[in-house]
Every structure is written in structure tokens, then in C-alpha cells.
């Protein structure tokens, strides 16, 4: 099979090897984990007798292989579960129940994910347009005035951590100038503007420092494709400075961008904490880091899984975006 | 008045003087060359003409008016405008010459546009007529491929169909055929030579080849460290040199049309390789780089491999030293059959520059095949790598020194050192002298020559430049797609060729002399014509 089909379906079947994989390790990993997650998931007050109850009710005593197994017919056929009282259908693809609060684990995912997507989206439409901006910018104008002021800025950019932006933009543009409430999470589908108005300070403490790294990895990829020769042609044949810059290097340059930025968008998603937690987002990150916490494995399991497909979707896309910049890509 | 007119040009890059004092002219219609080895500033002045060096740090000095501007004084403005317009450029690699994103219309298109403001659709039609003019078939519909899709010559045709687009009044060529088999640069040269008399456009070619200036103009500067040497007509300068510079360096270009002193070969047979054929890819994308060649190599001799480029015969010289295996057939070491690498045949790689490792000593580097065989004494490699190094002409005080602080031919050296160090019968040299000088070859050829002489070395020479392969060889094999179409003594092949492709290669050849370039302009011309 060739073409854009067989690329697909060759993708396709990649992703679930690899997810496979991560689904394994995390369960090794977290099996090898010190600590009772009986005790843990009971409560500090719970009995002896209780905890055993608990860890019997989630199959805790079970060998590792033995719970790998069900996982796996919970994610292909689906599986029934008792909370004591009633009788829970969990319907494929099912991730299982949280050990904490008995919700399905591909609820809390649902409601999770589109705070992360709408945080890790649109912070990537600024980085992008900042980054590359400014890294063509002082390509452009290397050696000179302006590309020392934005080499400085982007390197404070860079060195910044993510928690001292965010606070600051939110005492100076919430506290002292009052131009924002301080943000706190709208459903895009209940009021689209306000949306965008919650998330826009959390976009641009994301998105600054993102954008520092796009900025130099851009630049430096904008001066190596400046210094070859097809640009001398265009050079030779007076062609404008501005059109070189803008139509023949710029698209030269793009390779590594897009590289670096699918890695950033895929890793963001899940990786997105201190942002998520500054900002009070409930996303995907902040549920990670508790369930991690307090060793709620099939909601860590869930959460690594998601994690792991958005990383190689990036990836996916960011190929099909190189073979359609450089027509000398060929997909397989 | 004159087409360009150049007065005490300097360029000078940080301490480094690369012209000094260079004053020519150039009428217009008139072709001139300016010849010279790598670093004799050459290609500099060719950019010096454009203002190509403003905002680059370097300074230049003197006057420089190129069709009625003056380059120095100009501003960026005008400079763009006499850029493509009035002078236009053609570049050495044309691989790389031309922005692999775009389609190649589309990008004469847009230098078109730049300088005549007609509509996207015009330029666009300009673009497939100056393809058609340079001779790309099927131009409306090549004219949408993008550079990857082209060959090397075709490549060099879309270049020069740019700089025709807006039929500027000078061409400047930069070694516009270098990188290019012999038959595609016969094709190019002839080209250019056609397009001169029907446009009347002046012509100044810049290149190392004495003989590619031979074919192409009326005048030649010879140039040397920045300095015109000599300067007069190409036939009195290249017929009857005035300066003993200019006659070393035609006195070391290779004759096509000399024979040499056969070396003392043996009837001993010391590699023999029978029905090699090495295929690559897989499926319905595998294709065979070498088909069926046998070869015989003896004690003592010398053995050309000719062919352009994709012709197999690295693929085959890489089987000898057994680097590659062979899909089908076998390489015998003096009667044994042997897989896998032979110390007895060793390599000499093409590129000095890569071929070695940059951040390990040279020393260090030729003691590898030493180590290799299991010598452990410090002191015992240490000897054996100086006596080596002053083998090839080089010092043993060299041993501690980079492959950075080595010229070119230097490098080879130490390319052949380490090949020697493995005490082989058979050195296999994969185009060892193509990156290099003229001069330099000719010392790296004389280098070659005595070592086989004094070890009774035996030598697979592999190029594509048929007038070295026949300074060095005994006997010649011509290839092409793979097989051997001609084989026999270098005397016979050359002086009386069977095959068609043999006649082919041989006619492309550039002449030393302007009238034999001019008479065999015209039988290729009746050849492409019948």
C-alpha cells in the first residue's frame, strides 16, 4: 500500500503499538510503587478490615498480569463494575473506574480535555505567530540594533519560569489595571467570548515562553538557510531583501519549527501544570499530578494514554505539514 | 564604450587581500575568461561585479562599472535593478543554485517580475519560452518540476534560461560547468557559444578548466593570488605563454591526446573480479549499478575505470576493496576467494576533506589500518606512520597536526599514507584527484606513479575526467549504466574508440587549442543536427 492511505494506516497502526507500550510500562511502574494503595485510596481513618475490603473490591491482590488482562477486555469489550451498592456498565473503550471517586475514568478525561486543548491550542496560535515573528525578525536584521533587543528579550523570555509571567500579568492586568476579571474557566460552548477573555492571560504566560524557544530555534535556522546558495541566486538576480527573507528562507527554515512544535504542543497538553494550576484550568495536567498523588492507576493509566495519542497526532500532522512545505518528502 | 570596465579592483576580507589590483575591460558582445587555481580570487571578482559583496564585511576598492553603473557608488536600488537586468549570473552547483521549494517557472518567473513588473501570466509564459530557448524538452509542462526533479544539466539549462529571462547585456558564468559530466558540459559550453551569437550579449566565464575557457572566448586573464598574471587572446596566451606561471599551469592540465610510458606490469594476476553485478533498492524500484563486469588486474599496473556520473563505477570500485558485496558474481584476491574487506586492497577516497576525520590527528588517522592488524607498540606505529607521512611528502613532524591545517592535496597525501600503511598490492583510488588544483593533481598523479613503481603496486583508477585516466593508466574500461562497454590498452581505446559512447565521451572533451574547440564545436553540432 502506498500514498496518503497507506501512510495513514501505517500511522494508525503505530500509535497502538506504541500506546500499547506506555499502557505497560506505566502499569509495571506504578506496581513497582512503594506504599499501600489500599491504605491510600481508603482514607487515613479506615480500618484494617476496610482496607482489605477495598483491595479486594479493586482487584488489588491480583497478579500484575491478571489486572494488565482486564484493562485490556475493558478497553476492546467493555466491563461491568460493583461500587457495593449497584452494578456500574462501563462501555468500551473503557478505561476503567477511578479508585477515588468511582467515576469513570473516560468522564473525567472528557471533561478534562478540551480545558487543555482550549489552553495548549490557543497559546500555540501566539507562540507561533511571536516566535517565528521575532525570529525572522532578528534574522533579518542580524548584527544590528533591533536584533540585539529582541536576542535580550527572548533569552528573559526564555529564562523566566512560567508561575513569575503569570503572576505578574494577573497583578498588573487583573489587580492593579482591572482591564480583566481574574480568569477562572468558561466552557467555549456556553459564551464563546468570554471564552477567549478567561483564557487570554493563560495564553500569553504560555505562550511568551514558548515563544522564546521558537524565536531562537527560528533564528537560527532562518541564518543557516540565508547563508546558502539559492539565496545568493535571488541575491544575484536582484530580488528584494524583504521577498528573500519572507518567501525563500522563511519556507526553508519551517522544517525544525514544525518539529519542535508538534513535541511542545503533544508534551503541553498533559504538561501544562503550573500554568493550569496558577490559572485554577482544570485540566488535564492538574488531574494528573493528584491522581499520580494519590496512586489512582487507572485514572494515571488513562490520563498517560491521552497524553501519549496527542504527542504522536502531533507528530503525525507535523510529516504531512513537511511533505506538503518540501515536496522532496516523501510520507511512509 | 565598454560592457564593463574594472579599475584597480581590491577586495580585501578581514586581513586577507583575495584581488589585488585587477584592472580588465570587456566590450560589449565580447567573451572574456578569468582562469585560475581555488584561491586565486577569480570567483570573487565575478561577485565584485554584482555589488555582491555590500553588507557582507568586505571591503572593496578601485572602480567597477558594469553596463553604464557604477557599482561601488550605486545605490541598493539602482544595484538591484542592473542585478538580472543587465547583468545576470550563473552559478557553479546547480543542485543547489535553486530554491528546492519552488517550481522552477515559478521562480524565473518571479526574477522576471522583479525587474520587468509584467503580469504573473506573462512572466510565466517568458519562463517556458527561455526553458524552450535553453532547450528543455516538453518546457511548458517541466516548467511546473521542481529542482530535485531535474538532472545536473537540466539544472544548468533552467539556471541559465533565468538569466536569460530578462536579456541582460552580460552573462557572468562561474564555473557554470564543473559539476558536470563531460558530454553535459560539451552541451552547456555549446549552448552558451549558440545563445552569445543570436543575443550579442557579452560573456565573462570564470573557471579552473584552461580547456572550458579554450571552447568559450576571445581573451583570457590568467589569475594568481589575486593578480593578473597574463593577459591577452586565448590563442597567443594558451599557444605561446609569455609568463612561466601560465606555462606550469598548462603544463599540468592532462592531455587527452598524450600517451604515456606504460608502467612494468606482470603477468601476474593479483585481483580478479568475474560477472559482478550489485543491485539496490527493492521490488519494482531496484535497479542494477553494476551488471555483469569482469576485470583483471596484474602486478604492477595501472587500470582506468572511466564513466560519468551514475555510470556504477564507484559502486565497482567499492566491490573491489570489498565495501559493498556484490548481488551476484565474485572478487578473487590472488586466486582466493574473499568476503568482507581485504587488507591487501585498500581505498583512496575522493574528498580529502571528508575522508578524514576532522577532530582525530592525520597521525592518528594513518595509524589506524596499523592498529587494525593488531600492532599494540606505541613506538613501532609511531615510526612506521613518519616513515609514511615523508613517503608521500609530507613530514613526520605532521603526525600531531589536523586535517584542517592541510591543503587540499596535503590531505590526499595523508589519504594515501593511511592506504599504504596496510602494506597492500592493490590501491583502489575512487576519483583521488577530482577536488583538486590542477597543479596539485599533476603532483598527486606523479605521487601515485612512483609509488607503484617502487612497491610494484597495482592501481585501480576510478574517474570520470578521461584525460587523467590516461595520463595514469595501462589499461582503460569505459562504463556506462552499469556495464563496461570498452575495454583494451589506454593507447588503443583512445586513439581508435569502437564504441559509439566511447567516440561520445572522447568528442566532449575540452580542446587547448580555440581551433580544435571551434572544429569540434561544429562536428558535435553536425552530429546533434543528423
Known amino acids: 500500500m502506498s500514498g496518503f492511505g497507506g501512510f495513514l494506516l501505517r500511522r494508525a497502526v503505530g500509535t497502538v503499538v506504541t500506546l500499547l507500550a506506555i499502557s505497560v510500562i506505566v502499569y509495571v511502574v506504578f506496581y513497582a510503587t512503594p506504599g499501600n494503595v489500599a491504605q491510600i485510596t481508603c482514607g487515613p481513618r479506615c480500618s484494617p478490615e476496610q482496607v482489605h475490603q477495598v483491595a479486594q473490591q479493586l482487584k488489588l491482590d491480583d497478579p500484575l498480569y491478571l489486572r494488565y488482562w482486564h484493562f485490556l477486555e475493558g478497553l476492546i469489550a467493555g466491563q461491568d463494575y460493583s461500587t457495593g451498592t449497584s452494578v456500574e456498565h462501563c462501555s468500551a473503550p473503557c478505561l476503567g473506574l477511578s479508585y477515588q471517586s468511582d467515576r469513570q475514568v473516560m468522564d473525567i478525561i472528557l471533561t478534562k480535555l478540551p480545558v ?12 507561533l505567530v511571536l516566535g517565528v515573528g521575532t525570529g525572522v525578525l532578528s534574522a533579518w536584521r542580524r548584527g544590528r540594533f533591533t536584533e540585539r533587543v529582541l536576542t535580550a528579550l527572548t533569552l528573559a523570555g526564555w529564562a523566566t519560569p512560567v508561575f513569575v509571567i503569570g503572576l505578574v500579568l494577573m497583578i498588573v492586568v487583573c489587580g492593579e489595571l482591572q482591564l480583566l476579571p481574574f480568569p477562572q474557566y468558561v466552557k467555549f460552548t456556553d459564551d464563546p467570548e468570554q471564552w477567549a477573555w478567561n483564557l487570554l492571560l493563560p495564553w500569553l504566560s504560555l505562550a511568551l515562553i514558548e515563544a522564546a524557544a521558537f524565536a531562537r530555534l527560528t533564528r537560527a535556522s532562518m541564518l543557516e538557510t540565508l547563508a546558502e546558495d539559492h539565496i545568493r541566486t535571488f541575491r544575484a538576480y536582484g ?35 503550573l500554568t493550569e494550576t496558577l490559572f485554577g484550568l482544570p485540566g488535564i495536567g492538574q488531574e494528573l499530578v493528584h491522581a499520580v498523588n494519590v496512586v489512582d492507576l487507572p485514572v494515571v493509566v488513562g490520563m498517560v494514554l491521552v497524553i501519549g495519542f496527542f504527542v504522536v497526532l502531533a507528530n503525525a500532522v507535523a510529516d504531512v505539514l513537511y511533505a506538503v512545505a518540501d515536496r522532496r518528502v516523501v510520507l511512509t | 564604450m565598454s560592457l564593463v570596465q574594472v579599475t584597480d579592483l581590491t577586495v580585501e576580507f578581514g586581513d586577507l587581500r583575495a584581488v589585488d589590483g585587477l584592472s580588465f575591460q570587456l566590450a560589449p558582445g565580447a567573451a572574456v575568461a578569468l ?8 570567483s570573487t571578482v565575478a561577485s ?8 557582507t564585511g568586505a571591503r572593496v576598492g578601485g572602480s567597477i562599472e558594469v553596463a553604464g553603473v557604477d557599482v561601488q557608488e550605486a545605490a541598493d536600488e539602482e544595484l538591484r535593478r542592473l542585478r538580472g537586468a543587465k547583468a545576470a549570473m550563473v552559478f557553479q552547483d546547480p543542485l543547489s543554485s535553486l530554491d528546492p521549494y519552488y517550481a522552477i517557472g515559478d521562480q524565473i518567473a518571479e526574477v522576471h517580475r522583479v525587474h520587468t513588473r509584467v503580469p504573473r501570466r506573462a512572466a510565466r509564459a517568458r519562463a517556458v519560452e527561455v526553458l524552450d530557448r535553453v532547450g528543455i524538452p516538453d518546457a511548458a509542462r517541466r516548467s511546473r518540476s521542481r529542482p530535485h526533479e531535474f538532472s545536473g544539466g537540466m539544472r544548468q539549462r533552467a539556471l541559465i534560461a533565468m538569466a536569460l529571462a530578462c536579456e541582460p547585456e552580460l552573462l557572468i558564468a562561474d564555473e557554470p560547468t564543473t559539476a558536470l559530466d563531460v558530454t553535459v558540459q560539451a552541451q552547456i559550453l555549446d549552448l552558451l557559444h549558440t545563445l ?17 575557457a579554450a571552447e568559450s572566448v576571445d581573451e583570457v586573464l590568467v589569475m594568481r593570488h589575486g ?8 590563442g597567443a596566451v594558451l599557444g605561446s605563454p609569455a609568463q612561466s606561471y601560465t606555462r606550469e599551469l598548462l603544463g599540468a592540465v592532462p592531455r587527452v591526446d598524450m600517451a604515456r610510458a606504460p608502467s612494468q606490469a606482470s603477468e601476474e ?33 595501472t587500470v582506468g575505470i572511466v564513466g560519468e556520473s551514475g555510470s556504477g563505477k564507484t559502486t565497482l570500485g567499492r566491490m573491489l576493496v570489498g565495501l559493498l558485496e556484490p548481488t551476484a558474481g565474485e572478487v578473487r584476491h590472488e586466486g582466493h576467494a574473499r568476503a568482507g574487506v581485504n587488507p591487501a586492497v585498500q581505498m583512496v577516497f575522493q574528498d580529502p576533506v571528508s575522508s578524514l576525520n576532522p577532530r582525530r590527528s592525520v597521525g592518528e588517522s594513518i595509524a589506524d589500518p596499523l592498529r587494525a592488524r593488531g600492532e599494540r607498540d606505541e613506538k613501532q606505529i609511531r615510526g612506521r606512520v613518519t616513515e609514511l607521512l615523508e613517503r608521500v611528502g609530507l613530514e613526520g613532524a605532521h603526525y600531531d597536526r589536523y586535517p584542517h591545517e592541510f591543503s587540499g592535496g596535503q590531505r590526499q597525501r595523508v589519504g594515501i599514507a593511511r592506504a599504504l600503511a596496510a602494506d597492500p598490492r592493490v590501491i583502489v583510488c575512487d576519483e583521488p584527484v577530482s577536488a583538486l588544483d590542477v597543479t596539485t593533481q599533476a603532483q598527486v598523479v606523479a605521487l601515485l606513479g612512483e609509488l607503484q613503481r617502487e612497491l610494484g603496486l597495482a592501481l585501480v583508477f576510478v574517474a570520470h575526467d578521461l584525460a587523467v585516466v590516461r595520463q595514469v593508466s595501462d589499461r582503460v574500461a569505459v562504463m556506462r549504466r552499469g556495464r563496461i562497454v570498452e575495454s583494451g ?13 566511447t567516440k561520445q565521451l572522447l568528442a566532449a572533451v575540452p580542446a587547448l587549442d580555440p581551433q580544435v574547440a571551434a572544429r569540434r564545436r561544429a562536428a558535435r553540432r553536425e552530429l546533434t543536427a543528423a
Open chain 2, 196 to 212: 552569445r551569437e543570436e543575443t550579442g550579449m557579452g560573456l565573462l566565464l570564470v573557471t579552473h578548466d584552461v580547456g572550458v
Open chain 2, 35 to 42: 582562469v585560475g587555481e581555488s584561491g586565486s580570487g577569480k
Open chain 2, 489 to 501: 590498452p589506454a593507447d588503443e581505446v583512445y586513439d581508435n574508440p569502437q564504441d559509439p559512447y
Open chain 2, 48 to 55: 565584485a561585479l554584482l555589488g555582491l559583496h555590500r553588507g
Open chain 2, 269 to 301: 594476476v593479483v585481483l580478479e573480479a568475474t560477472a559482478l553485478r550489485r543491485e539496490f533498492g527493492r521490488g519494482k524500484r531496484a535497479f542494477a549499478a553494476v551488471d555483469d563486469v569482469s576485470l583483471t588486474i596484474h602486478r604492477g599496473e
Open chain 1, 239 to 273: 530580488v528584494a531583501e524583504r521577498t528573500i527573507v519572507g518567501r525563500h528562507a522563511l519556507r526553508g527554515a519551517l522544517a525544525p519549527v514544525i518539529a519542535l512544535n508538534a513535541n511542545n504542543v503533544g508534551s503541553a497538553i498533559g504538561g501544562a501544570v
Open chain 2, 227 to 234: 593578480r593578473v598574471v597574463e593577459h591577452g587572446p586565448v
Open chain 1, 116 to 127: 487543555s486543548l482550549s489552553l495548549v491550542l490557543g497559546a500555540m496560535v501566539l507562540w
